[in-house]
Structure formats: structure tokens, C-alpha cells
């Protein structure tokens, strides 16, 4: 009775092995055989159904990522399936994988063209149209908090910034400057902002302090130094008496 069990146990397990061996063996089986098909001048669609009632295949796609109208021309003589469906789907930018008798298509995902680059280091100096540097003038990396101050001589250093990107430099009495960086310039990157952009308003002295000119309610008058210096006079105040042409009487002594 021990021999017939030890015996059904070695057929038993010689079974199970032959079932395991054609499970794996089959996909194996279906993607080495050979096909032969001929079609001229079809649609896409029309070389699917083909393939799926002659070889028992089937494709499962996405007819938004494939052009199922397109006309094509199958000319397969012993061929593997892989071969029939590059001439199936030609010109097409899709791929496929095949599990057994399944076969999944889909498209192929767009590759980047540039990668990004490393962070690196861009120094430079800020000045103002004549070449005076101008100290603390602020750049942020658009998007970030990655902020940067100029030092006494203008000086900046940009590190660790990822490009491309757009820096924003800032000046007390200027306009905010957008400058687009690619990681490719050369160093020194020296910044100048233009006087133009001095958005500064006039200041007006006056005898107890200062205003802005677009403060004031009353009409502002100009005398130089100049003119008072033409005139005849032993003391400021009769210097100033009737220099004024926006006032009708002149300063007494």
C-alpha cells in the first residue's frame, strides 16, 4: 500500500509539472507562430478583423489613438506577429504588447526633448545708466522664494537656481525689471536699469520741511541762483523781494 501512495504521488507531481510547463508555454507558442496574410489597399480596421478570424487574435485599443480609416497594405508570408503589426499600424506612433492571444495597443508616450538643466551659478552687478552700482536692489526667482540682495558694489550671485527662469530685479525708485534666463549666459551677467523707469516724484524744499510737488495746493515758484545773483542787494531777503513772478508782493525786509 506505501509503494501504490509513493507511485501516485510521482504521477501526481509529473501531472502537475506538464500543466505548469504548457500554461507558460502556450503565450510562447501563440507569439512564435508564423502568419500569412495578404491584403491590399484595406483600412486599419478592416486588417484587425483579419488578423482576429484568421489567427483568433485580439486587439484591444483606443480608437482616439489610432487611425482606424487609414489605408494600408499587409504582405505577411511566415511572418511573427510582431511583424504583422508593424505593418499594420505603420506610420502610426503607437506599441503594443502581446500577452498570449491579447494584444493591448497604445500610443507612445511623447519623449522630452530637453532635459532640465542642473542648477548652477550666475553672478553679476547691477548699476544704473551711468555705471554706478546700486546697492540692495532686490532679485526674486519668478515663482519661488529664492531672493537675492546686491551688495555695496552692486554685486549679485544667483545659486541654486533651476532654469530656465524668470528673475525680477527691484530697486527702490524704479520700475521692476523681468529678465528671462536660459542658464546659458555668460558670466558676468551685468543688469542696468534704465533712468527712464525712475518713477521718483520731485521733492520741493519749503521753509519748514519738504513736499512732493503734487502735494502742494498753491503755486510753486522757481528762483535760481543765478538770478540772485544779478541782483543788487546786501541781504537774502531783498534778493528773494519780487523774484517771485507768482507772487504780486515781494518779501519786506
Known amino acids: 500500500m506505501r509503494i501504490d501512495s509513493t507511485r501516485a504521488d510521482g504521477r501526481l507531481r509529473r ?7 504548457c500554461v507558460f508555454l502556450a503565450p510562447l507558442s501563440l507569439s512564435a507562430q508564423k502568419i500569412n496574410l495578404s491584403m491590399k489597399n484595406v483600412t486599419v480596421q478592416e486588417a484587425i478583423t483579419a488578423l482576429n478570424q484568421s489567427e483568433n487574435y485580439s486587439i484591444i485599443l483606443n480608437a482616439d489613438e489610432v487611425d482606424l480609416a487609414k489605408r494600408i497594405t499587409v504582405s505577411a508570408k511566415n511572418a511573427s506577429i510582431n511583424e504583422v503589426l508593424d505593418q499594420v499600424f505603420a506610420g502610426q506612433n503607437v506599441s503594443y504588447v502581446i500577452d498570449g492571444n491579447r494584444i493591448s495597443v497604445t500610443r507612445k508616450q511623447a519623449e522630452s526633448k530637453t532635459a532640465p538643466q542642473a542648477p548652477r551659478i550666475i553672478r553679476g552687478k547691477v548699476t544704473d545708466s551711468n555705471g554706478e552700482p546700486l546697492i540692495g536692489a532686490s532679485l526674486m526667482v519668478d515663482g519661488t522664494t529664492q531672493g537675492f540682495l546686491t551688495d555695496l558694489d552692486g554685486k549679485y550671485e544667483l545659486a541654486g537656481v533651476t532654469f530656465p527662469a524668470k528673475i525680477i530685479v527691484s530697486y527702490i525708485g524704479y520700475s521692476d525689471m523681468e529678465i528671462e534666463m536660459t542658464g546659458k549666459e555668460k558670466a558676468p551677467f551685468n543688469i542696468i536699469l534704465d533712468d527712464s523707469q525712475n518713477i521718483l516724484e520731485d521733492v520741493i524744499v519749503i521753509g519748514y520741511g519738504t513736499q512732493k510737488r503734487a502735494n502742494l495746493s ?31 508782493a515781494g518779501l519786506r525786509g
Open 15 to 21: 501531472l502537475l509539472l506538464m500543466v505548469v510547463f
Open 218 to 248: 498753491g503755486a510753486v515758484g522757481t528762483v535760481s541762483g543765478k538770478d540772485l545773483n544779478a541782483r543788487p542787494v546786501v541781504s537774502a531777503a531783498n534778493a528773494l523781494q519780487g523774484a517771485d513772478p507768482h507772487r504780486g
